[in-house]
């Protein structure tokens, strides 16, 4: 019996590093059954039934898990975007980010195709914010050797609204991978998708990067009474603020006295980030705590 690490899971299968091989492994029904199967990143006990296959009898106890897309174990959120087309909207971002937030994961921005457009607006949202946020571009190379450190020895997830180019970033980080590019519809201004399935790399820069499928996999199982109940805290930079209103219980949305919305008033908040805060809270606020133990 030995430790490995799930890359890739797929039709049944998955797919496990141990460090000297990949071995295609079934895994054992109590998983489904409990409700917990093994996913992406995920360290799982492997024993090796010969021919590179082998049987999942145990996962290890695992970090920050996401249920769309089903992954475990990520160290950051690596959330790409473009002010080239397609146009990422700032709510994509805040949306990811504050799910990400809830589950003690960090977020970086990564910014592609500035030889295009150099995304002056988002930057300037970010980097406001305290988000990690760097410039690439994968067609140039500009930027992709000052982000390797970023993601060195961690596990990082990539995602992004389909055609912001994660698979041209990995190709731009190694090479080596060659994974499908899709092209960019001109008239719809998105992406075709290119990634059909969750799946870790490991980069000759010493770091392992999931690739996702764009935002669409960030469906409503993670948007839960959890995130309704702590949505303030969520978005960080809301955090000096949140003991000092006037009133217990403010929703930092319309409040006379809400020291968030002062603070987005003498710009130490940007508007955008409050604004997906309050569509945020619209969007949770029809959650009953009924809705949460029924499932």
Not at 105 to 117: E, R, Y
Not at 142 to 164: D, R
């Amino acid at each position: 019996m030995s430790e490995g690490r799930i890359r890739k899971a797929l039709s049944g299968f998955y797919y496990v590093d141990t460090g000297s091989e990949v071995l295609t492994c079934r895994a054992r029904g109590k998983f489904r059954k409990g409700g917990i199967p093994p996913v992406v990143g995920a360290g799982v006990e492997v024993g090796e039934l010969g021919t590179g296959e082998g049987l999942v009898p145990a996962i290890v106890p695992r970090k920050p898990a996401f249920s769309r897309p089903a992954v475990a174990n990520i160290d950051q959120l690596v959330v790409i975007a473009s002010g080239a087309i397609p146009k990422t909207d700032p709510f994509l971002i805040d949306r990811v980010a504050a799910i990400a937030a809830l589950k003690g994961c960090s977020v970086m921005v990564l910014l592609n195709k500035c030889d295009l457009d150099c995304a002056d607006a988002l930057y300037a949202i970010y980097a406001a914010a305290g988000f990690p946020t760097l410039r690439v571009s994968a067609e140039t190379g500009e930027g992709i050797e000052e982000l390797k450190p970023l993601i060195a020895g961690k596990l990082s997830a990539f995602t992004g609204n389909s055609g912001v180019g994660k698979s041209s970033i990995l190709n731009a980080l190694d090479p080596a991978f060659q994974l499908q590019v899709g092209d960019v519809s001109q008239a719809l201004g998105r992406g075709r998708h290119t990634t059909r399935h969750v799946e870790l790399f490991h980069l000759s820069c010493g770091a392992d990067v999931v690739d996702s499928p764009g935002f669409s996999s960030f469906e409503t199982d993670e948007l839960n009474l959890e995130l309704k109940h702590r949505l303030p805290e969520t978005f960080v930079e809301f955090r000096p603020y949140l003991d000092q209103c006037r009133f217990v219980g403010c929703s930092h949305t319309k409040e006379k006295g809400c020291a968030v919305l002062e603070a987005v008033r003498a710009g130490k908040i940007q508007r955008s980030r409050h604004a997906s805060y309050v569509r945020l809270y619209e969007e949770l606020k029809p959650l009953q705590d009924w809705q949460e133990r029924k499932k």
